[in-house]
């Protein structure tokens, strides 16, 4: 120990004189950092951690190639070396020494930067600064070992410069240190995953942006872990004291050993890919934390108020600041400015009612209906549209959990997304009845993924406890009895009420598909949070629109899919004549609907439907007037209702039953929120919420169609590019 407490103090007292040391240790970082905090905009983008990460992995390449490989080279050349090789302990203490010096003189820029980010930059001081400290410390030891490694097989000088060169820039250029990852082609970004200095950068990202912690990153530590004392162990037994003694070639055979943890890792990575979709949802997060101010905009706000010539600063994803009167400039805020003189900013629109294992349409090719690939880019089509979040109202559990989940890691860019069923009916109920079309084969697995059977009111509470442990959002219910020509059995009102009790008990929102006067009274009473679709067969008594309007309870009355019956079965295919619907729904599926949809085989099952579109409109101004809650739902996924501009859609159609536009717009968006359970969140432009908006050309207030007119998309602060988006080349 007293040998290589010496070598430690020695080595410092050279290291400290050097002033070539002190310039690569001290002033080149620091040079880094404020040349790419400036040109990254740092303070407007608040990409100052980001920026942060670049430079310690610059600086820790450099510190273990060039200050442990390149100096003890120079060491051996002028023969300082062989001035130790009569000391009992050997290599050992020298070898030591190097790993410890680098981390004594790396830490205190370490830690100057941390506090010129923190003070000039605005960086939040990292949540887990404790593991930061000690992952820097592994990644220190594991590049100033490799540095060693480095010494043992150069022969020289020149030698040395050509494996550092070799080493140091790939690394550098290809770990997402300087170019993100992602922008790399698919074959390079395999290969990269080889690379010690991605896992690297890996650890540092998971700790300063994502605030984990180094538990968390024990994959990355780990491999650094290994490969110090890899490359310790194997220095050892390749150490040379003088400048004469030459390596021969089989011995270098043993520097592959060093690479084994980042070949393993890098083979699981490639295999989950694991690395990809962490860099894709920090670059994503990135995004979101810059700074905009959107300035001069008709703000409509959902609180009621509508601000003209209103600014709104946007600053780490959420509304920092609203402006009533003139704006401050956007310099002065490190804000980036968007000019909105005649747009009108409002919340993100919110459809709380959409099946998105449908497509809205028909496919010729019936291998379409079984791309899984389709749902994400369904999501994608709503965001384009300015949609930033929708619920699924009836889905294949299994299949759109995972998406909502990686949604919310920010793996993927699309609608904030909502998971609501299985549907709880009764046995031979709706839409139990549409899984008889089902192979036998595959209608267990159909039941268990779409619908709950439950016999007792035990028996119903249970299956909501198991989906709140599942993850699911929001709980629906089915009271459906059908017509005289095709009754369906009806759930049992005490099950229905179990189901409502238990779901509030648990924090979920319960909404019950409906049909009839009948069935939206007795949701009410059964403690329902909503209904769906409403009474499109019978008028709503004025007692219970009282009773409904005083307790807060939602209507949805999906007026999109009855148009579509409506415009199906009438031959009228003015939707899919619009601009924003041939942009947002795949061209190959708007042509397929038009060609098939005239066929009477198709149109048959619907015809009962489309005389309901005209009482559905007189109960939706019914409701409106007797002040119920009102939410925008499209149940997109049926026949001519596509996914996409759905709420544009249904807004239009609640104007022309005589709803006034700005209450329709609160309806979608302050009120859906609501019922989502979100409000405390989105829904209005508030300060402290996401800023999930939406700027359209002109006001909608005065041509509702202005909403089609989308000019900007923000999501959680991210300015969505829409055109990057639809050709799938925003992830």
């Given at each position: 120990m007293k040998a290589i407490l010496a070598h430690i103090q020695s080595n410092l007292r050279l290291t400290m004189r050097d002033r070539t040391v002190l310039f690569f240790n001290y002033a080149f970082p620091l040079g880094f950092f404020f040349l790419f905090a400036t040109l990254n905009k740092a303070k407007e983008t608040n990409t100052i951690a980001a920026v942060l990460t670049s430079v310690l992995t610059i600086g820790l390449l450099g510190n273990g190639f060039f200050g442990g490989g390149l100096r003890a080279i120079m060491e051996r050349e002028n023969g300082i070396l062989r001035r130790f090789k009569v000391a009992p302990p050997g290599a050992f203490p020298i070898l030591v020494s190097s790993l410890v010096v680098g981390v004594l003189q790396y830490l205190p820029v370490v830690l100057l930067m941390m506090v010129v980010s923190v003070i000039q930059y605005g960086m939040k001081w990292p949540e887990n600064w404790l593991s930061f400290i000690v992952f820097v410390i592994i990644a220190n030891f594991a590049m100033r070992s490799m540095g060693g490694i480095i010494a043992a097989v150069a022969n020289s000088m020149a030698e040395s410069q050509i494996i550092i060169q070799c080493l140091y820039f790939p690394m550098m250029l290809l770990s997402g240190a300087t170019v993100p990852v992602s922008i790399l082609p698919e074959w390079l970004q395999s290969v990269v995953q080889f690379i010690p200095a991605t896992h690297l950068v890996s650890g540092l990202q998971g700790i300063l942006l994502q605030h984990e912690s180094l538990l968390q990153n024990w994959k990355p530590a780990l491999a650094l872990i290994v490969t110090t004392f890899a490359c310790t162990l194997i220095s050892l037994k390749i150490f040379r004291w003088e400048k004469g003694e030459k390596l021969p070639g089989?011995?270098?055979?043993?520097?592959?050993?060093?690479?084994?943890?980042?070949?393993?890792?890098?083979?699981?990575?490639?295999?989950?890919?694991?690395?990809?979709?962490?860099?894709?949802?920090?670059?994503r997060e990135l995004s979101r934390g810059q700074t905009v101010l959107i300035k001069n905009a008709r703000v409509f706000t959902a609180t009621g108020a509508v601000i003209e010539g209103g600014s709104v600063l946007v600053k780490a994803g959420k509304i920092a600041e609203i402006y009533t009167g003139t704006a401050p400039d956007g310099k002065s805020l490190n804000a980036l400015e968007i000019e909105a003189a005649g747009k009108t900013l409002l919340p993100g629109l919110i459809d709380v009612h959409i099946h998105l294992g449908s497509p809205g349409g028909y496919y010729e090719d019936q291998k379409r209906y079984e791309d899984q690939t389709l749902p994400e880019k369904r999501l994608k089509s709503y965001l384009y549209s300015g949609i930033t979040s929708v619920k699924s109202a009836g889905d294949w559990v299994d299949a759109v959990l995972p998406l909502r989940d990686k949604g919310r890691r920010a793996e993927i860019l699309t609608s904030e997304f909502y998971v609501v069923g299985p549907l709880f009916t009764a046995e031979g109920g709706h839409p139990a009845e549409i899984l008889k079309y089902m192979p036998e084969s595959a209608r267990a697995y159909g039941t268990a993924q779409f619908l709950r059977l439950p016999k007792t009111t035990d028996e119903a509470r249970q299956m909501v406890r198991d989906l709140k442990a599942k993850g699911v959002d929001g709980i629906?219910?089915?009271?459906?009895?059908?017509?005289?020509?095709?009754?369906?059995?009806?759930?049992?009102?005490?099950?229905?009420?179990?189901?409502?009790?238990?779901?509030?008990?648990?924090?979920?929102?319960?909404?019950?598909?409906?049909?009839?006067?009948?069935?939206?009274?007795?949701?009410?009473?059964?403690?329902?949070?909503?209904?769906?679709?409403?009474?499109?067969?019978?008028?709503?008594?004025?007692?219970?629109?009282?009773?409904?309007?005083?307790?807060?309870?939602?209507?949805?009355?999906?007026?999109?899919?009855?148009?579509?019956?409506?415009?199906?079965?009438?031959?009228?295919f003015a939707r899919l004549e619009d601009s924003l619907l041939q942009q947002a729904v795949p061209l190959d599926l708007v042509k397929s609907t038009r060609k098939l949809?005239?066929?009477?085989?198709?149109?048959?099952?619907?015809?009962?439907?489309?005389?309901?579109?005209?009482?559905?409109?007189?109960?939706?101004k019914r409701v409106y007037d007797a002040g119920v809650k009102l939410v925008t739902g499209s149940d997109a996924g049926n026949p001519l209702t596509f996914h996409g501009p759905t709420i544009q859609e249904e807004v239009e159609l609640w104007v022309a039953a005589g709803i006034p536009a700005d209450k329709a717009l609160i309806a979608a968006t302050r009120n859906a929120a609501e019922l989502l359970g979100q409000g405390n969140r989105i829904g209005t432009i508030e300060k402290g919420k996401d800023a999930n908006l939406l700027l359209v050309d002109g006001d909608p207030m005065k041509d509702v169609k202005s909403l089609s007119r989308i000019s900007l998309v923000m999501l959680k602060g991210e300015r969505v590019n829409r055109t990057a988006l639809m050709k799938g080349d925003d992830n």
């Open positions: 089989k011995a270098k055979a043993w520097v592959l050993a060093v690479l084994a943890p980042f070949f393993l890792i890098g083979a699981w990575n490639l295999q989950s890919k694991e690395n990809l979709t962490k860099g894709k949802a920090i670059e629906k219910a089915v009271l459906e009895s059908g017509t005289a020509g095709t009754p369906m059995a009806r759930l049992d009102l005490g099950i229905l009420k179990a189901i409502c009790a238990e779901g509030k008990a648990l924090g979920l929102s319960v909404v019950v598909h409906t049909s009839k006067a009948v069935d939206v009274r007795d949701a009410f009473e059964a403690g329902a949070s909503g209904v769906e679709h409403g009474s499109a067969n019978e008028t709503l008594p004025d007692e219970l629109l009282k009773k409904m309007a005083a307790s807060g309870f939602y209507y949805d009355p999906t007026m999109s899919v009855f148009e579509g019956f409506r415009m199906m079965m009438q031959g009228d949809i005239v066929s009477p085989k198709i149109k048959e099952p619907y015809r009962e439907f489309a005389p309901r579109m005209d009482e559905a409109r007189v109960n939706l």
